[in-house]
Each structure stands twice: as C-alpha cells, then as structure tokens.
C-alpha cells in the first residue's frame, strides 16, 4: 500500500496531525536532530513483532467488562484509530478461507508491513512514514480475518442492482467537464471526511474520539472534524425529507455494545454508489482495555442486491483531537482541478 | 392573562404574575446574576460541577454587527428583498465602543467596504480580503456563540466539548488536564477551570483570519479571549467574553449577552454544512466550478 502525498487531493496541513496517534518521541521536547524513537515506529520487525505479542495478548482476553460512566452506561470513551492492512474483500485466491491461523495472519500482516514501509524516492516526494503515519507505527494489529467483510460468507461485496448501475451512468453522463465537481468527491471538497458514515479502514487521519454525556455519545473525526451526535433517548428520527451528508443516528445499548442506527443521507452523497434510503447499523463493543470491536451493516436495496457487513477493530491511540481546517484552505482541490484543465487543454492542441 | 381563584376569574397584568411567580420580592433588587433572576445554583454533573450540558442559542443580532446597529439592505437587494436584510440590533459590546487603535480602525473600515469580496488563491492572500462567513469559514471564537444557530455542550470532567450547528464546528476545552496548543487554529485553543460556578474559559493560539462579525470588525494572531460561562436559571447562561490584543486595540474589551436553552421536545442540531453553498461563489471566479447539466 503505496502512498503519494502528491496525489492525494485535498489540502490538508499535515503539521497538525503530526503526533496524532503519538508519541513516536520517546524523550519529550528534545532539541532537533537529538530526538529519539521508540523502536516501533522506525523499525518494522520491532513493529510487526510487537504487534503480533498485542494481537496475542488481545485474543486472550475474553468476557472483559468495560468500566461504567457514573451514571450506569459503559463507558467507550478516549481516542480511537481506524486502519488496517487487511482488504475489504477476501481476495479471490483466498476464497473459502474466511481465517488464518495465527502463523499465516502474522505472516500476511508482515507482507503488508514491509510493503508500506518501503519507499521508492525516484516516485514518491515524501511517504507518511516520515510523519510516523503509517499503519505498522501505529497500535494496528495482525487480523486472524482475511477480509474485512463478513457478511456475505463469501467476504465479497454483493453485485449492483441493475437500477444502482444506471444511477451511476446517468450521474457520469451529466459530468462531462473537468471541475470541482468532477475531479474533486465529498472529501477532497471538505464536505465531509474519510470517516464515512461507515468507517473503512483504508485512510490515513482516521483518528477520532468518543466522548459520553447522560442520554448522549459523541463522535468526533479527525478527519474533516466530521462530529455525530448520537441521542440515546429513543427520540425518532428527524422526518424522511431531512438529508444529512453524515445522516442522522439514534444509539441504544445492548449489553456492552452501542448500537448507532444511521439513517437520513443526503441525496448527493453517494456513499460507494448507494442512495439517501442508504440505512447503516453500527455496533461498538469494548472487548479489552485497548480495542472496541466495530462492525457495520449497511442495506440499501436500491443500491445491492442484499445487505453486506464488516467488522473491524479500532485500538486505542493517544489525544488530542486537532483542528482540522480543510475547507478554509483548500489548495489542493483547486491546484488539482486546474492541472487537469491544463493538460486536458495541452491534450487537444 | 387570567387567573381563576375559587371559581371566580380575575384579570391580572402578567407583569405582575410574573413578578408573584419569581419570589416573594419583585426581581428588581441587585442579584449577582444579570440582575434579572434571583441568585441560583445550577444542579450538578456527577463530578460536582454546574451542569451546562445542553443546546444552547444566543438571540442577539452580534453576527451582523457586534456593535448597535440599524437595519439595512442586503447585498443584491434587487434580487434578495427583504430576505437579504440585515436587521437591527443593540450592541453586545460592554460601553458601546472598540477602542481600536487608529491605523487598525481604518482597517476595520476597510474590511467593511471589501466584506464581499471573494478572491480565492493558492497562498495566504486569499484572507486579505472578505468577510470569512460569507466563504463558510469557521467562525472563531467567541464569534461562534453568537451566531444565529444553536450549539450543544458535552460536558465531561477532563474535557468540555462544544458542537455547533454552524457548519458542524467544534472545540474542545481541556479541563483536566490542560494542554498546550501544537500551533495556531482558526478556532484558537482552549483551557477551562471553574472560578465557583462560573466555567472561565482561556483562548489563545488563533490564527488572524477571523472576524468578529460581519462588519469588519477583526484582530490579529495575537488574539486572546478569556470567557466566562455562568448558569443564572435553569434557561440562562451569561455568557462574558474578555477580548485582547494589543497589536489591533488599545485595552482589552468586553462582549456580554445571555444564551438561551432550547427547550423544545427532541430539540437537536440539525446539520448546516455551507461548503457546498458556496462552491460557486468560490470557485467560479477562476474557471473551476462547472455544476452538472439537468
């Protein structure tokens, strides 16, 4: 997983996530060039070695019962990453295999890690490594799955319905030109952040925080600061014609677990192809100190054939939450629209 | 309005019901808070703090001028009657006046007879001009309480965070622990300490892209804001806010106005992200913006 800042669309001042997820420092406000690093953000076999003892130490750990708020909920709150090296769908040599065993995931989560880290200068100007970005830095772990989806068994995104497809023709047939519109999706306009609603753990900034208030659970994103708030009083939705680009939640308890129905998209959001009538169903479980288990089931008849969902875990990482001022100096969205313009221009002459 | 006693109904002022209701002594007598309601001790969050959890909406006019002002016309009248006018206000500003330095109050004038001025470029020029709400940017601090959308507060004991409607911003204030800013930001950074019941909120580290209101009114990066959050009813805050800087004004100065609970059933924050609304607006100007055909 290969990443070039140059293409990445959006401007996002990257000075402010810098210790997101740290401290990658191990000595506090050491003079510059003195600095020194804890052993797994520089080093991948310290990093995939200590990532596999975590992923032991986790599956270990089984009926744990998170702490409660002081007025009886359990309590979810501190700060949470959302990055994994394992696909949405299980590869096609994979089919029929849904786990590894333990060997194998370190193995595959090795793979991974040494790819990620390895940066070729005559193709990328600068990686996220340099920023202790990369996934291997931070508290991600080896995944016993072999692909994020677990419904359909077969770990593959269901087909499209024949009126999704035309949907989406249409919607490129109307775009012919490049623009803001065209180039630019909801993420690199700052409408919304990477964070969905759902969240998928392929990007980078996916730092969020959870925060707990009688009646009330608050998500904030790192990532465009994208904030859902999240009523637990059984409230009903805002009316059907009310679209939100992060949709409109209601949460309840079940056990240990939050349960967030989302529902009310905006008609342009366009979530991976669905439309408004999109309904999400998230679950947040606790399952020791340093990870909730998260998984989503998203149903949109309009949109695929059948429901589909994904588990996959968010660790702990350390605070704070930082200004994420995108739309205030979006440079990139406008340097990127006009570079295509110029060649499009170059290309006709 | 009437009240019914033993069967018979008496017509009474409801000034003066009111005045029966708020206590045995008419609430003219100097209280602590506002003057308006007798002093009172807001209920607790579990941690002993007044509890200011809630959606919470100032009325005031301070986001068209924070100063007193008339009602005026709008940009495009011909278009936006009466829709695009401004309305009237009294000013939020304890004194009436900013004490401004003097080249810094023809920049004040300035920023008013450029306020809709939409340049956007690939550099930090892009905020020498134009008032930053008519782009959807945010609106800093304390601009953010004041304008004509509700916010929510999330009060936890090592942090208070606060959600507002007006383009889903936010703010975290460190309670417990403090922490120090990592650099600059459009909504500043925020410690809070409580001083009795009053939440006293210290702002530092903005950057001198916001504006106070949209009449120009503005300030620096030096920017320091200290507010005050006192509950005085189970339906009011009195919100104070401190304001320095000394490369823009001559002292410090003050801003005050209640805010007010919304109270209505499965009242909530309902979405208001104006990136989209202002994509033309931007955009067009430099060839980039060319929406979808029907």
């Known amino acids: 997983m290969r990443k070039r800042i140059l293409a990445a669309l959006g401007a996002v001042t990257l000075v402010m996530v810098v210790e997101s997820w740290a401290p990658v420092l191990v000595a506090a406000q050491a003079p510059s060039g003195t600095a020194t690093f804890k052993a797994t953000a520089i080093d991948t076999e310290a990093a995939i070695k200590a990532a596999a003892d975590a992923a032991k130490a986790a599956a270990a750990t089984v009926n744990w019962a998170p702490p409660r708020t002081a007025w009886g909920d359990p309590d979810l709150q501190g700060y949470y990453l959302s990055l994994s090296y394992t696909p949405l769908e299980r590869p096609v040599e994979l089919a029929g295999k849904p786990f590894y065993t333990e060997e194998e995931a370190v193995a595959a989560f090795r793979k991974a890690v040494e790819a990620d880290a390895e940066v070729d200068p005559r193709t990328v100007h600068y990686d996220w490594k340099e920023y202790g970005m990369d996934a291997w830095q931070s508290p991600v772990r080896p995944n016993l799955r072999t692909a994020l989806i677990v419904d359909p068994p077969d770990g593959r995104i269901p087909a499209m319905t024949p009126e999704a497809q035309k949907r989406q023709a249409a919607a490129r047939a109307r775009n012919p030109q490049v623009s803001v519109q065209t180039l630019g999706n909801l993420y690199t306009r700052c409408i919304t952040g990477n964070q969905g609603p759902p969240r998928l753990p392929f990007n980078h900034d996916s730092e969020s925080q959870i925060l707990q208030t009688p009646g009330y659970v608050v998500m904030l994103m790192q990532s465009n600061n994208d904030v859902r708030i999240i009523p637990l009083d059984g409230r009903p939705h805002l009316p059907q014609n009310v679209g939100q680009w992060l949709g409109d939640a209601r949460g309840h308890w079940e056990g240990n677990t939050l349960v967030v129905e989302t529902t009310n998209f905006h008609q342009q959001r366009n979530w991976r192809g669905s439309a408004d009538g999109l309904k999400l169903v998230e679950r947040f479980t606790p399952v020791d100190p340093k990870t909730i288990r998260y998984e989503f ?35 990139g969205l406008m340097n990127v629209v006009k570079g295509a313009q110029a060649r499009e221009a170059e290309a006709k002459r | 309005m009437n009240i019914r006693l033993r069967g018979v109904i008496i017509a009474v002022p409801s000034v003066a019901v009111a005045a029966l209701w708020l206590g045995a002594t008419p609430a003219l007598s100097q209280a602590p808070s506002a003057g308006l309601f007798p002093s009172y001790a807001a209920p607790r969050t579990a941690d002993g703090k007044p509890n200011l959890n809630g959606i919470w909406q100032a009325l005031t006019t301070a986001n068209w001028d924070i100063q007193a002002h008339g009602a005026q016309p709008g940009p495009h009248p011909e278009l936006m009657g009466a829709w695009g006018a401004g309305p009237g206000g009294q000013s939020i500003v304890e004194g009436g006046e900013i004490p401004y330095r003097p080249e810094a109050l023809a920049k004040k004038k300035q920023n008013l007879e450029t306020r809709m001025a939409v340049k956007v470029t690939n550099d930090p020029h892009r905020y020498d001009s134009g008032e930053p709400e008519l782009q959807c940017y945010r609106p800093g601090v304390p601009r953010a309480n004041y304008m004509p959308f509700p916010f929510q507060i999330f009060q936890t004991p090592a942090e208070i965070l606060i959600v507002y409607e007006y383009k889903g911003a936010s703010r975290t204030i460190y309670m417990d622990p403090h922490r120090e800013p990592p650099t600059d930001s459009w909504m500043g950074w925020s410690n809070g300490h409580w001083e009795g019941d009053t939440l006293v909120v210290d702002v530092t580290e903005f950057n001198d892209h916001t ?17 005050r959050y006192t509950p005085i009813s189970p339906y009011h805050i009195k ?56």
């Open chain 2, 211 to 227: 504006w106070f209101d949209r009449a120009g009114n503005f300030h620096s990066d030096a920017l320091h804001v200290v507010e």
């Open chain 1, 297 to 331: 089931t998203v149903d949109d008849p309009t949109t695929w054939v059948r429901p589909w969902s994904v588990e996959s875990p968010l660790p702990r990482i350390e605070p704070p939450i930082y200004e994420w001022a995108c739309h205030e100096q979006n440079y």
């Open chain 2, 239 to 294: 919100y104070e806010a401190t304001i320095e800087d000394p490369n823009v004004f001559t002292r410090p100065w003050k801003i005050t106005f209640p805010l007010y609970r919304r109270v209505e059933e499965n009242v909530q924050l309902v979405e208001f992200n104006c990136v989209p609304f202002v994509e033309e607006l931007m955009y067009d100007p430099v060839g980039l913006y060319k929406p979808p055909s029907r």
